[in-house]
Structure formats: C-alpha cells, structure tokens
C-alpha cells in the first residue's frame, strides 16, 4: 500500500486513478499548514503539490518514505530538486496538461487586442459609448509571427490558419518539411520582426531567449505591431516594450507574465494599449483535471511498473556503472555542448559512434547525457536523463548509434557528430587514465584539449604570427589564457584554434579578433561543469 499525501487543490476528478486504484491510500488537504505537514509528512510515500505548498530540504529531512514527489503542473519552482535528487526522490511534473488552455489564452489574447475587448467593456460599463475610439483591426490575412513551434505554439497556429492568417514560424528545431505540413512558413527571426503584423511567443526563458524581444529588435519589426506573451516572463525587456508603445511601434501588448510576479512595472500595465492578465495560462478546469490525471498515471507507473517518463531529475544506476561511467558522463555532456554551439543551430541528426573498451559497457546511459547535452542548448531545464529520448522523438530528430571495436589510437573514444541541412560538426573526446577527459578531435582537426567552462574557438587561415595576434589582444583586455591548442589540416591551409580563458570575454574583444585577417570564425564556448553522479543517483 503506497500512502499519497495532497496538500493543495488538486482537481478532485484527476486523482481519481489513485483513489479508485487498490494499492493506494490518498489522504488530501486542499490547505495545511506548515508545522502540520511537517508533523504528518514522514508517514507517506508521495507528495502531490501546486504551487502553494515549498517543498524544502527541511521538509524531506523529516520524511524517510518518501519516494515521488509530484507537481500537478509544468514548474518546479517551489520544489528543491536538487535535495530531492541527493535523497533518491524522484520529482515528475506534469509538461503536457495545459496545451490547450494556454493555446486558447493565447488566442483570447490575441483577438481581445485586435478588438480592444477589455478597454471598450471597462468603458461602457463606466457609462461610456466609445464606439470610434475603440475600433479595432481584423486578424484576416493579417501575419502572425509565432516565435516557439513546440505543442503550444503549434497549436497557436492551427487556430490562427481558421482565421485565415498568413503564419510565420521560427523554432530551432522547425523544419521545412514539418512546416509545409502545418501550413506554414518557416522563418528565421528577423523574418518574424520585419513581416509580422501580430507576434505571440511561446519559448522556455532560457540563456538564448532572456530578453529575446528587447530594444534592437522591436526596432526590426513593422510599426504597429501587437505582441503577446504567455510564455514566461523575461523574454520581452519591459523597459524596451514600454518604449515601443510610447513612440507607437508597438501598437498594442496582451501579456499574461512578467519579469516579476506579481508585477512592479506598473506604467506598462496601466499603459493604455496593454491588456494583462495574472499569469492565466493554465487556469481552466479541464487543465487542472489533466494536470492531475497526468501525474496520478506517473504516480502509478512509476510505483507499480518501475516506468518513469516525466521526472525533472537522474535515473537510478548501480553502484558499478556509478563507478564506470561517471568520467564519461560529464565528457558526454560537455562534448555535445562544444557541437551544438558549434553546430550554431538545432540538430535534424545525431549521430554517436563508441569505440574501443566502451564497446563492452552498456552506454545507455552515456547516450542520454549526450542527447541532454545537446538538447539542453535549445530546451534549457526541461531536459533530463529520463525525458531526453521523448524530446528527441518530439522535435523530430533522428539518432544513431553505432559501436566499433577499433580503437582510434585510445583505449576509449567518443564521438558525436551534428548533421543539419547538408552541414556537420563533429567532436570527439576520450577519458586518460590519471589525465582525465580530453577532447581529442573537433571536425578533422586533431586537439588535445581538458574541457573548461570558458572556451574560445577560432578557425583560421594558417599563417605566421596568427597566434601571437589573438594573444595580444586577450592580454590587452586583460583575460588571461590557459591553455591553447592549434590544428591543422595542412602547413598553409585552414586551421582551428582552442583557448580556456579564466573568464569569458565579451562582443567587443570577439569582434576584435574577428577583425584580424585570416579569421574565418570565432565562437564563444561555454561549458557546464556538469554532475557527479553520488549527488544525483535516484
């Protein structure tokens, strides 16, 4: 008998599976207060939150049988994954419940600003009968650029092309075969800026997308553009829209997030052409019952068949293979994020060769790191060990996997290859006994270089002084070099180079170097430290 413990309100028909199901005892308090579920939490195996209950290291220190703890939505923001991880707790979430209901907001958005619903209601129910001043536009033939084509800002466009509106889509991993399926046209973002009438942004807040549409690129876009947002704040630079509305580039903003929740900026919410709403997305019945029928199904699965789909942290592995693996994991990890970057766009192919003594051990789990490693560039925190073939499947990317027992001059070797539209970029690394990992080979280029957070690529035509020049400059702007590694492909040919930097450098100094004759491309590498595998075992 497994004992779940609800502690916020979850949809009463979603935990039906649970309820109705003969290995589980489901206690539920739609509200508890702290010191009480500190005081009960070490009778059950599951916890099943939302966001009201913070589910701390405190709290799990105090609960020895709890295996599963389950967010009845997509954030984990109020639970300590890591903690959980150390402690062997498995964290699921539920990523697909709320499609619809945020497609539809969208849309609600969407149509409230072409028609200036909100202003023209608050002011005929304020006795008013504006009928001029709150004339609107037509989403006919309009363009609607959709920034993010995962489940979302597909089904976004599914409902746009009812209205008749030409569809402009940008996505790393769009292809122009998934988009001639959709009906629409692939575009790359300033295609979106420059052709759109209306924008909706449906992106995780990552590293690449922090501030996607600020200053330089409202300035790109059509005058009098509408944007909305119900993806997550900190990808629109508030400060930036505000300035779009005063000098009228931007005609009009519906934005359900923000920066910061609740908001502070409160000129833009007042702002009379923006429409607001509090962070509304996934709020509708039928989301809450799918969120909570998600993770009761999770729950069961992973209690009475050992399959687990949608956790947010590691896989359980032996003890041996912990001791095996975890050099390479950290290596396959770092590798993939020298590619993609390198790659400078979304995969279509990956391709993973393993020769030599890891031709015998089972790198199933290798394999995942890698495809997490690369994923993550693009997708950010939704990958893990667990969900990095789903996502795979999902963005349309094919894999290979092959094994040889030829050596390649060490006793192990990896390499992964990145293959989009007719371009490839191949990496290739290797773990030395008391030396560590190293990456051995980037294209035909052979290297010798310890992984580091700070890496600078260039490639370069071989001439004399090369070398000497960029040191130069580094030194100039005061970063100090690590190590450097060159090679060649032929005494006068083309050639790369390989610096760790103690920091990063920023624009001003790559363009610098860019500048310098013979450069061909420079790219600015930054590297996770990666994981230990004893901080991260379930």
């Not at 304020?126 to 006919?140: F, P």
């Not at 569809?167 to 292809?175: F, K, R």
């Not at 900190?234 to 400060?239: A, K, L, N, R, T």
Request: aromatic fraction near 6%.
């Amino acid at each position: 008998m497994y004992k779940v413990l609800v502690t916020d309100a979850i949809s009463e028909s979603g935990l039906t599976p649970l309820y109705e199901h003969p290995n589980f005892e489901v206690d539920r308090y739609d509200q508890l207060q702290p010191n009480k579920l500190f005081s009960i939490i070490g009778n059950y195996d599951v916890l099943i939150v939302r966001s009201q209950t913070n589910v701390t290291k405190e709290l799990m220190d105090v609960a020895p049988r709890l295996r599963i703890i389950a967010r009845a939505g997509v954030g984990v923001d109020n639970i300590d994954v890591e903690a959980a991880t150390k402690k062997g707790i498995i964290v699921i979430n539920a990523p697909g419940g709320n499609t619809i209901a945020a497609t539809e907001h969208t849309m609600a958005m969407l149509l409230s600003l072409a028609r200036k619903i909100p202003h023209a209601h608050q002011s005929t129910v304020n006795g008013n009968w504006e009928r001029k001043k709150y004339q609107g536009i037509e989403l006919y033939e309009k363009t609607l650029g959709i920034i993010g084509m995962g489940k979302i800002g597909t089904e976004v466009a599914k409902r746009a092309k009812s209205f008749q509106m030409n569809i402009l889509g940008y996505d790393p991993y769009l292809t122009e075969e998934r988009a001639k399926k959709l009906g629409i046209t692939k575009a790359n973002l300033d295609e979106i800026a420059e052709r759109s009438d209306f924008i909706t942004i449906h992106t995780p807040l990552i590293k690449e997308t922090k501030d996607l549409v600020n200053e330089s690129y409202i300035q790109k876009m059509k005058k009098g553009v509408r944007i909305i947002n119900c993806a997550r704040g900190g990808i629109i630079d508030e400060s930036a829209l505000l300035e779009g509305l005063h000098s009228e580039k931007v005609a009009g903003a519906a934005l359900d997030v923000f920066e910061q929740e609740p908001p502070a900026n409160f000129e833009l919410l007042k702002h009379p052409n923006v429409i607001v709403t509090p962070h509304l997305g996934a709020s509708t019945e039928e989301a809450q019952e799918k969120v909570a029928l998600e993770v009761s199904a999770e729950i069961i699965n992973i209690c009475e068949y050992q399959s687990i789909r949608s956790a947010v942290n590691m896989p359980q592995i032996t003890s041996e293979s912990q001791a095996r693996m975890q050099p390479y994991l950290q290596i396959g990890e770092q590798m993939a994020g020298i590619a993609i970057q390198l790659l400078k766009t979304a995969p279509e192919k990956i391709q993973i060769a393993y020769f030599g003594e890891l031709l015998d051990e089972d790198t199933s789990l290798l394999t995942r790191s890698i495809i997490k490693g690369v994923l993550s560039h693009h997708l950010s925190d939704s990958v893990n060990l667990i969900n990095a073939f789903h996502l795979l499947r999902e963005q349309g990317v094919h894999y290979q996997i092959q094994k040889e027992a030829s050596n390649k001059g060490f006793s192990n070797y990896i390499e992964l290859t990145l293959y989009r539209n007719g371009e490839k970029v191949s990496v290739a690394a290797t773990v030395l006994i008391g030396l560590g990992a190293r990456i051995v080979k980037i294209d035909d280029y052979r290297i010798d270089v310890k992984p580091e957070t700070h890496l600078l690529y260039i490639k370069h035509h071989d001439i004399p002084g090369m070398i000497g020049r960029v040191g130069s400059i580094l030194g100039n702007n005061n970063v100090n070099i690590g190590t450097m590694q060159v090679g060649r492909s032929a005494v006068g040919g083309e050639a790369i180079m390989i610096l760790t930097l103690d920091k990063k450098i920023d624009g001003p100094v790559a363009i610098e170097i860019q500048s310098l004759k013979g450069i061909k491309d420079i790219q600015i590498l930054e590297l996770t430290s990666g994981y230990t595998l004893e901080e991260a075992t379930l």
